[in-house]
Structure formats: structure tokens, C-alpha cells
Nanobody
């Protein structure tokens, strides 16, 4: 069984930065593609970024390109999301998700393991 635990959320002013971390349990971490999604109140859960199991491929939603960076630390079983130049519209609960795959996906349907989420609030 794979478990994901997010951390690093909080309250930040517009223009600020936060780093989210997703700790993934299990000895097969290096076989999992990992993604970040977010969900704002009253909205659908949406794709933010994903990284392949080897870390060589990444994908980003257009709304975060150039501001967010996803990277993994396989020795620590962790995937991080560095978020810079934050905007009020980035406010949401952020979830990490994983699937055993060589390919990155942007659909929630493709991921079978999910964390509980961490709140990110960006004030204007």
C-alpha cells in the first residue's frame, strides 16, 4: 500500500513563495510518476504539475508555467513543488497523487493514490 502525505502549505502574500512536499511511503517510490493537483472552493480538481518516475520528464499546466517547479528527491521518497510569484488565484487545497507508471498524466482518473491535501492561501 502506498501512502502520500503533503506538507508545506500556509498563508502567503501575493508575490511570495512556498514549497510543498509530498512524502511517499513504500520501497517502490522510484517506479511512481507523481503529480500535484489543486482544488479551489466550488471548483473541479485541476492539474498543476507532474513528474516522471525518473525525474527526466515534467509537465505543467499553462497557468503555473514559469512560476512553479516540480522535482523529486528519490533518496528521500519525496516530490516537491516550488511555487514562486504566487497569485491569489493559486489559493486552493493542493493534493499530490501517484501511479506506478513510466508516463506522466494530467487527468485525476489516471492516479490511484492520493494524499489528504494541504491548504495554500495567497492574500492580495
Amino acid at each position: 500500500q502506498v501512502q502520500l502525505v503533503e506538507s508545506g502549505g500556509g498563508l502567503v502574500q501575493a508575490g511570495g513563495s512556498l514549497r510543498l512536499s509530498c512524502a511517499v511511503s513504500g520501497q517502490t517510490f522510484s517506479t511512481y510518476a507523481v503529480a500535484w493537483f489543486r482544488q479551489a472552493p466550488g471548483k473541479e480538481r485541476e492539474f498543476v504539475a507532474a513528474i516522471s518516475r525518473g525525474g527526466s520528464r515534467t509537465a505543467y499546466d499553462d497557468s503555473v508555467k514559469g512560476r512553479f517547479t516540480i522535482f523529486r528527491e528519490n533518496a528521500k521518497n519525496t516530490v516537491n513543488l516550488q511555487m514562486n510569484s504566487l497569485k491569489p488565484e493559486d489559493t486552493a487545497v493542493y493534493y499530490c497523487a501517484a501511479r506506478s507508471s513510466a508516463t506522466v498524466y494530467s487527468s485525476t482518473r489516471e492516479y490511484n493514490y492520493w494524499g489528504q491535501g494541504t491548504q495554500v492561501t495567497v492574500s492580495s
